[in-house]
């Protein structure tokens, strides 16, 4: 009994010394889309993540991991006009949209590590798949140029449900600020491949009408956020 009790504290003890660390966090991003300008303009989201990750080495340089959490924003807003009637009149039609998602992403992250500095660089690339919506409405037109009165456009309003695929490379930097806690800034993209299913509403027929497209979007992003470590051997 008292080997098996020995083999057991020593194969504790082994693992023990073998473990690496885990960090678990919270950030803070923004996303400046560039897709759509053609509609009026670049469009804009804020969002938090949480996120944990794995040192794969004691010098905790290679880390794995996960996050998720949610996006929200508003695409900027929309006026286009185009002929319409057979005399040269012009028609504008003008709106906007918002959306959110919510990202689930594995990460994997390679970190300067650097012996009494509290200074880390790092890269790291997240891959995975975000599940949104985009709301979208139309404004309404009251009179149709050319036409007798009482033609006109009703107002629309739409809504997209969508999953993507989802990559986001980053560049960034951890800084301690004592203890357990890192403070994590960084910059980077976020590309989202999407198959959009649009559901558009006559609010005056009541009619509805489904359409499905795909589209690749992509994102600068800027975060910040602070981790939280736990156990392993950082260097300090």
């Given at each position: 009994m008292k080997k098996v009790l020995l083999s057991l504290a020593l194969v504790g003890a082994g693992f023990a010394a073998s473990a690496q660390s885990f960090s678990f966090g919270a950030k803070l991003n923004n996303n400046l889309f560039f897709f759509d300008?053609?509609?009026?303009?670049?469009?804009?989201?804020?969002?938090?993540?949480?996120?944990?990750?794995?040192?794969?080495?004691?010098?905790?340089?290679?880390?794995?991991?996960?996050?998720?959490?949610?996006?929200?924003?508003?695409?900027?807003?929309?006026?286009?006009?185009?002929?319409?009637?057979?005399?040269?009149?012009t028609i504008t039609f003008s709106g906007y949209s918002k959306f959110g998602y919510v990202p689930l992403r594995a990460t994997a992250g390679y970190y300067f590590v650097q012996r009494r500095?509290?200074?880390?660089?790092?890269?790291?690339?997240?891959?995975?798949?975000?599940?949104?919506?985009?709301?979208?409405?139309?404004?309404?037109?009251?009179?149709?140029?050319g036409f007798p009165p009482g033609y006109s456009f009703p107002e629309m309003d739409g809504k997209e449900g969508w999953t993507g695929f989802n990559f986001v490379p980053r560049l960034g930097f951890n800084y301690n600020m004592g203890g357990s806690a890192d403070l994590d800034v960084y910059?980077?993209?976020?590309?989202?491949?999407?198959?959009?299913?649009?559901t558009t509403t006559d609010t005056q027929s009541g009619t509805t009408t489904t359409e499905k497209s795909t589209s690749t979007e992509f994102a600068l992003q800027f975060g910040v956020g602070i981790n939280f470590g736990t156990g392993g051997g950082r260097r300090r």
């Amino acid at each position: 009994m008292k080997k098996v009790l020995l083999s057991l504290a020593l194969v504790g003890a082994g693992f023990a010394a073998s473990a690496q660390s885990f960090s678990f966090g919270a950030k803070l991003n923004n996303n400046l889309f560039f897709f759509d300008e053609s509609q009026g303009g670049a469009n804009y989201g804020i969002g938090l993540l949480v996120s944990g990750q794995y040192a794969l080495n004691r010098d905790e340089t290679f880390k794995l991991g996960l996050e998720t959490g949610y996006m929200s924003g508003s695409k900027a807003d929309f006026s286009t006009t185009v002929p319409f009637g057979f005399n040269g009149e012009t028609i504008t039609f003008s709106g906007y949209s918002k959306f959110g998602y919510v990202p689930l992403r594995a990460t994997a992250g390679y970190y300067f590590v650097q012996r009494r500095s509290p200074f880390t660089p790092y890269v790291q690339a997240g891959i995975g798949v975000a599940f949104g919506s985009t709301k979208s409405h139309m404004d309404g037109i009251d009179q149709i140029p050319g036409f007798p009165p009482g033609y006109s456009f009703p107002e629309m309003d739409g809504k997209e449900g969508w999953t993507g695929f989802n990559f986001v490379p980053r560049l960034g930097f951890n800084y301690n600020m004592g203890g357990s806690a890192d403070l994590d800034v960084y910059l980077g993209g976020n590309l989202l491949s999407v198959t959009q299913v649009a559901t558009t509403t006559d609010t005056q027929s009541g009619t509805t009408t489904t359409e499905k497209s795909t589209s690749t979007e992509f994102a600068l992003q800027f975060g910040v956020g602070i981790n939280f470590g736990t156990g392993g051997g950082r260097r300090r």
